[in-house]
Each structure stands twice: as C-alpha cells, then as structure tokens.
C-alpha cells in the first residue's frame, strides 16, 4: 500500500509540474525528436542534436542520401528541397534526415523515413534563430504583454520581415498572457516579440504593434538563399542508378576480399595439421 501510495504522489506531481509548466509563458516545451534510424540509434553517444531545417543544395544540382554515414546511397534530393535534419554526426560531417523518398519536401510526415545527408551540401534555413543570431544586439529590453484570445487571430511570422505567415493563434480559447521582456523594433517602428512556446506554438514572431495582420510585407530584413540550379529529373534518376551501381561494386568488392581471406586462412589451417 506505501509504494502505491508513492506512486500516486509521483504521478500527481507530475501533472501538477506540467500545468505549472504550461502557465509560465513563453516557455520551452521541446522534447527532442529521436529518429527510426539504426545507425543513429548504435552511435547516440555521438550524435549532437540540430532541430534545424536545412535545404539541398550539392554542386551537381542535388544531394544523395545515404542509408548511414558512409553507407550506400538511396536516393537524390534535388536543390533547394528543404528537409528536417535532426542529428548531426561526426563533428557536423552528415546530418540526419527525415524525408518523403516519392515527394522530397513535400512536408507529407506520414511517408517520411530517415536518411544521412554530407552536411556540407546542405544549406541552413534562415529562420527565427538565424534571424535572432544575426539580430541579437537589436533586442530593445522592454516589458510587453499579449493576450492571443483578445484577436479574432494573431499571426506568428518566420521572423520580423519576412513576411512568411507560419502560425496562426486562432482567437478565443488562448486567455493566458504570453509575456515578453525584449522586442525587436522594425524600420518602421513596429514591435516583435518572439514566442519560444505557447500551448504548441513555437518559434515565431508576432507584430505586437499589428498582431492581427496576416499581410505584412518583407521588409530590408528579408533573406533570400542562393542555390546551386537543381538537376532535372533524368539526371536525379542517373545519379541515383549510378549510386547504387557503385554500391554493389564496393559490396562486391568486399565480399571478394572476404573470400580470399577466408581461403587463406583455410589454406594456413591445412598446413599446420599436415605437420
């Protein structure tokens, strides 16, 4: 009964910790994502954590993904594809990825499966983080408060000028405040505050001066990524084929070796009984 009882106590401090959790605003709600990846899974220790968006971008016009570093390729991303890349490996030399092989960024997860990509053929996203990193001596301390359900919605954007709408705070039901201590203040004067979490909403920024505003133009703060020309789909498919024709002639290649060894080693076994 003492270790039931314990147990209950466990479980209702539990709860309580993620409702308390829940009201203190913006707050950090990740739990990092583990991919359905062997190799990733017997080299953990040795995987650093990314969560970032990155886009292809190889010197051919696209990037092969490989079944694990150093392994065998499986398929090609043309350029400018954006794919999710969870886990680095090897000091940032491949990246862990998830991706539709018959749509690649398409964004459709439910045929999404894990590959590792050479990272310096990959481009970073500009983001709400780059956005912050290149920005973070223009943070302006100031206390601000906003309450999501006071609008018929409010407007996460990628980052202040931008003018990529990429969450929507529906109004209504969101009564807590979210609460800000610096903002980013625009050529125009507006203020952005940048939510890190809200009730599943992340990483945006919202025009405090116009949260309501689903059409604010990009701005001089608007970054563009130049990328290599994507190859087309016949040469996507040549790389492909010729990818795999070199992996069953490195797979061949190891077996005959095997072979060879094995028969030496028969051969020296044979030796030492005749004697």
Known sequence: MKRLSLLRKCALFLILAALVSG??????ADIAFEPNDSF??????NCHYEDRTYHANGPE???LVYTSPGGGAESALPNATAVYVSYTYNDGEWGCIEYDPEAPGSGNWQNNV???????????????????????????AAARTLIPGEYENCYGYKYPGSGIVVDTFEGGWATNPIEFTSVFVDSAGREWGRVGYYYGHRDCWICLDDPANDALAPDENFRSIDFVPAA??????????SAASQNVYVYAGAAGVAVIAAAVLAAVLRRKKAR
């Open 23 to 28: 009201l203190a605003l913006p707050a950090s």
């Open 40 to 45: 990733y899974k017997s080299h953990r220790g």
């Open 61 to 63: 016009g696209y990037v």
């Open 114 to 140: 894990s590959g590792w990509v050479k990272m310096s053929e990959m481009i970073c996203d500009y983001d709400d983080i780059a956005f912050l990193e290149e920005h973070a001596g223009e943070m302006v």
């Open 232 to 241: 087309s789909a016949s040469d996507l498919n040549a790389a492909v084929k």
